[in-house]
């Protein structure tokens, strides 16, 4: 099994030196957030900043995936916005396809996105530019994964099924399913969720989490029993495991260190038990 780390969890540190302490803690990739401050796709030159990005990432070694959860890149004033659901969604849709041409040049295994925060009647909206998405995806051989977050309009991985098959079940559209959110919502035991999606699931974020509340955790301090989930994993799945700790910056290389020895610990549980 293949651990990376998410780079939303070292926002204070810039990329190359995330990238460092990541590699030399033993993480085999990273889960990158194209943000303000980690290879902002709207700074000028991307092509040339992904290009090194590619060369760091080579030197030290780590595979990437490309995730797409800046809070303010887009709107210094409203998290998350705009939304594929909203009347000036040109942002948002510009966004995803600079990181889906970033991906393409990095090699990203997946590239990551969800639905956003909307009511229901706008439905037809966010498969309208999902729609877009994905065709844009599939002329440079990229596979997305569709993260059903908790209060979002895709919400569960009922939801990601019905988009899916509005979308017409397109061959690069996958689902990023997160392990914390499993515990939140899902009515599945976690690591069922797992064997539920194998068949679509191209990106898998890791963290603990207790039931309904949507807040993640540091490993041990949550109600997810490990060693079943990274068992699913390990059976049905073969791209990054990445840590989904965006709110303990303060601590990376600390917290990044006691999730790995966490995971492997656990990984070693799950082959040990009968």
């Keep these: 099994m293949r651990f990376g780390y998410g780079t939303n969890g070292f926002t204070n540190h810039r990329l190359s030196e995330a990238f460092?302490?990541?590699?030399?803690?033993?993480?085999?990739?990273?889960?990158?957030?194209?943000?303000?401050?980690?290879?902002d796709p709207f700074e000028d030159d991307l092509a040339r900043r992904t290009g090194e990005v590619a060369k760091e990432l080579q030197r030290r070694n780590l595979a990437v995936v490309i995730e797409t959860g800046a809070r303010f890149l887009l709107d210094p004033w409203r998290k998350h916005s705009p939304t594929l659901m909203d009347d000036n969604r040109e942002?948002?849709?510009?966004?995803?396809?600079?990181?889906?041409?970033?991906?393409?040049d990095l090699g990203?295994?997946?590239?990551?996105?969800?639905?956003?925060?909307?009511?229901?009647?706008?439905?037809?909206?966010?498969?309208?530019?999902?729609?877009?998405?994905?065709?844009?995806?599939?002329?440079?051989?990229?596979?997305?994964?569709?993260?059903p977050e908790p209060g979002m309009l895709v919400n569960d991985i009922a939801d990601w099924r019905r988009l899916h098959e509005d979308l017409g079940r397109p061959t690069n559209f996958g689902i990023t399913l997160d392990i914390g959110h499993c515990r939140c919502l899902e009515e599945l035991p976690?690591?069922?969720?797992?064997?539920?999606?194998?068949?679509?699931?191209?990106?898998?974020?890791?963290?603990?989490?207790?039931?309904?509340?949507?807040?993640?955790?540091?490993?041990?301090?949550?109600?997810?029993?490990?060693?079943?989930?990274?068992?699913?994993?390990?059976?049905?799945?073969?791209?990054?495991?990445?840590?989904?700790?965006?709110?303990h910056p303060h601590a990376a290389p600390t917290i990044a260190a006691q999730s790995l020895d966490f995971l492997r610990n656990a990984a070693k549980e799950a082959g040990d038990r009968p």
């Design 20 to 39: 460092a302490v990541i590699a030399d803690l033993g993480y085999d990739g990273v889960a990158l957030t194209l943000d303000t401050n980690h290879l």
């Design 108 to 147: 990203a295994e997946a590239v990551s996105f969800w639905a956003g925060i909307g009511p229901a009647d706008r439905w037809h909206r966010l498969v309208d530019g999902t729609a877009q998405i994905v065709e844009f995806a599939a002329r440079s051989n990229v596979t997305l994964g569709f993260e």
């Design 190 to 247: 976690v690591a069922d969720c797992v064997t539920a999606v194998a068949d679509h699931l191209v990106n898998v974020q890791i963290d603990d989490m207790r039931r309904g509340v949507h807040e993640h955790l540091e490993f041990g301090t949550g109600e997810i029993d490990f060693p079943p989930v990274l068992a699913a994993l390990e059976a049905n799945y073969s791209g990054l495991v990445s840590v989904e700790l965006p709110r």
């Design 91 to 104: 942002k948002r849709l510009e966004y995803l396809k600079r990181a889906v041409q970033v991906g393409a």
